[in-house]
């Protein structure tokens, strides 16, 4: 570490405060995501058992296993419902686009979400005088990168404070979208005669994952 002044030092330690209270609100933001997938496997199994879907969601730590338990599900469910109109066809097309859009971004943000619970600290000041403090992936040793007294802040490797928040607000993001596919999935709505009702809930989502809906008339 290089010599700091008591107030770089404070300097220092208030940042890097900061940095674990984002991982804090990153971890929780993301956990969230879990719950909503509980929600539309609940929505979808044929028991409605939610609890019972709980539990095949927690039951691996694996989020691409979890996007895949949900895909599959999807696929297995709403197959019969797009045969029953033109209109369902569309709807059950939208649905999976939408999920899909909405599974990138989940992989986007897991690589934060990751560095968030395994990442190593890396926190110092740059030749600059700079305060930098950052998450590296855990595989990295401080030691064997180039010597940050030499970097400008603006490319020191790593995850910032703001890099989490900003996968913060995304999760909020991620979540309000999947409880949107999860009340177009409801069953006693999507397998009506007409699912029109369905129309305002699927323009909305549309919006968000930038997938415009445009129901056959």
């Known amino acids: 570490m290089e010599n700091l002044s008591k107030s770089e030092a404070r300097d220092l330690e208030a940042q890097t405060q900061k940095l674990y209270e984002a991982v804090g609100r990153a971890m929780l933001a993301f956990s969230g995501i879990d719950s909503c997938f509980a929600i539309i496997l609940g929505r979808l199994s044929l028991a409605q058992d939610t609890t019972l879907a709980s539990l095949t969601i927690y039951s691996t730590n694996s989020v691409d296993r979890k996007l895949e ?55 110092g000041k740059t030749q600059r005088g700079t305060i930098y403090v950052r998450l590296i992936e855990p595989m990295l040793i401080p030691a064997n990168l180039i010597k940050m007294s030499n970097l ?5 490797p790593g995850t910032s404070q703001n890099d989490i928040l900003v996968m913060v607000g995304e999760c909020d993001g991620i ?4 409880m949107l596919l999860a009340q177009l999935i409801e069953p006693s709505l999507l397998q009506s005669k007409d699912c029109s009702a369905l129309d305002p809930i699927a323009r909305k989502l549309g919006l968000a994952v930038q997938i415009p809906f445009h129901p056959p008339q």
Do not use: Q, W, Y
Request: aromatic fraction near 4%; include cysteine.
């Open 69 to 123: 338990l949900v895909k599959e599900m999807i696929d297995l469910r709403l197959s019969n419902i797009a045969t029953i109109s033109s209109k369902h066809a569309h709807m059950v097309e939208f649905l999976t686009k939408s999920f899909d859009e909405i599974s990138k971004k989940i992989r986007r943000t897991k690589k934060i979400r990751n560095r968030c619970a395994h990442g190593n600290l890396l926190n």
């Open 152 to 156: 400008d802040p603006r490319t020191i």
């Open 175 to 178: 979540r309000e979208n999947l």
